[in-house]
């Protein structure tokens, strides 16, 4: 993650240094007519900053955030906070895995503890549309290597010569007397268990590795089937045909003014219509996430180029560590629907003006003046029927209104029909004003959206206070 990790000892530059890590997707499926790119990343520190978000683009150096510029998805496992992400498609294009570091800086945990004693796991999320995803899970890497202190930045990649993937990821451990960050692998073919975690790169006496990252390379581009980009004091790029084989060193990116003390993350990204490749670096010694670089070969040094000024823009949120996946036409399309830019609201009480529907330890009832994230709701077309409606959580993304014995919650979308029925409703005029909303229950026609005691509940309405406790007003 950090260059400077090869000239000072890891404990002092612990209060000081950012880290991120970088991923990479199994070989490119999307053909060149196909339409974009997918980005997943994180933003910054803090809880809401280090979790997964995505962006969108057409051609490779424009991007435009998705959801609003809010989290796509948010770890509630671990440290509840993660960065470095990485996106993998399964060869056969039937699924799908999100991988990060379990890191929340700022959240109660400092770089020192995050080096020393840190989360040995990775947070893994898996889906097979791209669109509905498991809830996170951990998978521990690191707890078997000796000495093993965190597990950073990991990365994945099909390897067809052992039809199964190499997932790899930076260590902080002592061997042969030396504590240092080094590039540890394991085979997998499901993100839930690992074989026992080998070396895989180690740098000369002190030098640090962390984010390292590869990418495949079409026959007749270069001398390399592989290339990789890592971060250990410089931006180093090595070249290799067979993933756990032997690598090449091919030189680094300080010819064109950029070594490990400016940018770090590598990120690769094809672009789909032709033979022409970006390596998108974090500026994080200035602050500015990502910026391109672009080669014709990526196992050529020399070809490597700076982004002329104007020429690409990376949206309004910081492009943090993360990975680029070459979208199909249909995984554009879900993806686009599933996160479009839907304006948060709140749902304004009527007979309680100054009140506001929003979740509490995944509870949900009605409370005064609340503006925060808690009482904002996406709403999106319902999860069944048409022209219905369902609410998403903006600070919980994935975690919708639904009600389960007639009681609310904010529950996890497992994705089921049931659920899907539970958190879906029809929007229809109010029940004691039509110039505000009353929300009837998909699966239970007769009931509809209410407060009682505060409390949100599924109810048949026969009252004139009940008319009044079920309507609302859809408002900023």
Known sequence: MRALLSRLSAIALAACLLFTGQALTTP??????????????????????????????????????????????????????????????????????????????????SWDDSMNNGSRNLVVWESTDLVTWSQPRLLNVAGAIPDG??????????????????????????????????????????????????????????????????????????????????????????????????????????????????????????????????????????GRGYMPVTTTN???????????SGSYNLGGTKKRHGAILNLTAAEESRVLARWANTPAKRLQSFNFQDRYVRHANFDVRIDQNVTGPDAQFRPRPGLAGSGTVSFESVNFPGHFLRHAGYDFQLAYNDGTTQFAADATFRQVAGLADSTWSSFQSYNHPDRYIRHYAYALRLDPITTTTARSDATFRVTN
Request: charged share 20%.
């Open 28 to 109: 490119d499926r999307a053909a060149a007519a196909d339409p974009g790119y997918l980005m997943t990343h994180f933003i910054g520190e803090g809880s809401t900053g280090q979790q997964i978000y995505f962006s969108h683009s057409t051609d490779g150096l424009n991007w435009s955030d998705l959801n609003g510029g809010g989290m796509t998805l948010r770890s509630t496992v671990g440290t509840r906070g993660v960065r470095d992400p990485a996106l993998v498609r399964a060869p056969g294009g039937d699924k799908y895995w999100i991988i990060a570091t379990d890191l929340c800086i700022d959240c109660g945990q």
């Open 149 to 286: 202190r965190n597990a950073w930045a990991p990365e994945a990649i099909w390897n067809p010569e052992t039809n199964d993937y190499v997932l790899y990821w930076a260590t902080n451990a002592t061997r042969g007397g030396v504590l240092k960050h080094r590039i540890y692998y394991a085979r997998t073919t499901d993100f839930r268990t690992i074989t026992t975690p080998q070396l895989y790169i180690d740098r000369p006496g002190t030098q640090n590795i962390i984010d390292t990252q590869i990418v495949e390379v079409p026959s007749g581009v270069g001398n390399f089937r592989y290339v990789r980009a890592s971060g250990d004091g410089q931006i180093t790029l090595e070249g290799s045909n067979s993933i756990l084989g032997t690598w090449t060193n091919l030189g680094n990116l300080s010819g064109i003014g950029l070594t490990g003390s400016q940018v770090e993350g590598p990120m690769w990204m094809k672009f789909r219509d032709r033979n022409e490749w970006t390596l998108y670096l974090d500026q994080y010694a200035s």
């Open 298 to 308: 990526p196992s050529a040094s020399g070809t490597y180029r700076l982004p002329a």
